[in-house]
């Protein structure tokens, strides 16, 4: 039973670039939510996909975007790139008591 | 106001000795979700215990307990029998509402790392 996969597993990207990243859930699991970790922080919830649809957002600019397929795999977009975007992305999809489980994550630098 | 708080920024621990990991929550719903994750030197986030605020027992994972006391609004992680293994961030994080499929947001302290000396 494969977990959460994401790819890919380190990124160089300029500021200005844009970026995709992606992820696919644990198998059985429709919900994927995507987080933010800066180094010596706890994660920061970006935005929650649920039957395609973003269903919760957290607190981050629109630069941040995304998308669920029928197959429940996600991908997180962000435009602009700042200096300050540098971090650990994690994506986790999420089981019935909502416990998350997550992939070994995209380590984001902006250049 | 903080809604996850986690005030030791750092332990120390004796291999095979027992120690507590404290958290605190503030919140308002009467539904709402804890767990405990570690997050080792590679950055993988490992799912450790979860507790419903409805559960009436204690959770228990193996040498992972929970010690939730409700009207303190605390949820304290107890590692048994600590190994070498075990050092690693350790993160608090709450699900505020029930877990419905269109609520998975987390929120999450600001950790504790954990070193497991031999």
């Known amino acids: 039973d494969a977990g959460v996969t994401q790819s890919p597993t380190h990124l160089i990207k300029t500021r200005g670039q844009q970026v995709t990243l992606r992820c696919s859930p644990k198998?059985?699991?429709?919900?994927v939510s995507w987080y933010q970790q800066a180094l010596g922080q706890g994660p920061q919830f970006i935005f929650q996909?649920?039957?395609?649809?973003?269903?919760q957002r957290g607190n981050f600019p629109d630069r941040f975007s995304g998308h669920q397929f029928p197959n429940y795999s996600s991908e997180l977009n962000v435009n602009a790139l700042l200096l300050g975007d540098s971090a650990l992305y994690l994506c986790?999809?999420?089981?019935?008591?909502?416990?998350?489980?997550f992939g070994q994550g995209t380590r984001l630098t902006v250049v | 106001a903080q809604k996850i708080t986690q005030t030791q920024p750092g332990m120390f621990v004796q291999e095979k000795e027992a120690v507590t990991l404290d958290c605190t929550y503030d919140?308002?719903?009467?539904?709402?979700?804890l767990f405990w994750y570690k997050q080792p030197s590679s950055g993988e986030m490992i799912f450790l215990i979860y507790?419903?605020?409805?559960d009436q027992q204690n959770a228990t994972e193996g040498r992972y307990s929970l010690n939730f006391q409700k009207a303190r609004k605390s949820a304290n992680l107890v590692i048994s029998a600590s190994q070498l293994g075990d050092s690693a961030m350790y993160f608090c994080?709450?699900?505020?509402?029930?877990?419905?499929?269109?609520?998975?947001?987390?929120?999450w302290g600001l950790g504790t790392s954990l070193a497991v000396n031999p």
């Open positions: 507790q419903g605020s409805y």
């Open positions: 994080a709450m699900r505020e509402g029930p877990p419905a499929g269109n609520n998975r947001k987390l929120i």
């Open positions: 919140t308002s719903d009467p539904s709402y979700g």
């Open positions: 198998s059985g699991h429709d919900t």
């Open positions: 996909y649920y039957e395609e649809e973003e269903r």
């Open positions: 986790a999809s999420s089981a019935n008591r909502g416990e998350a489980f």
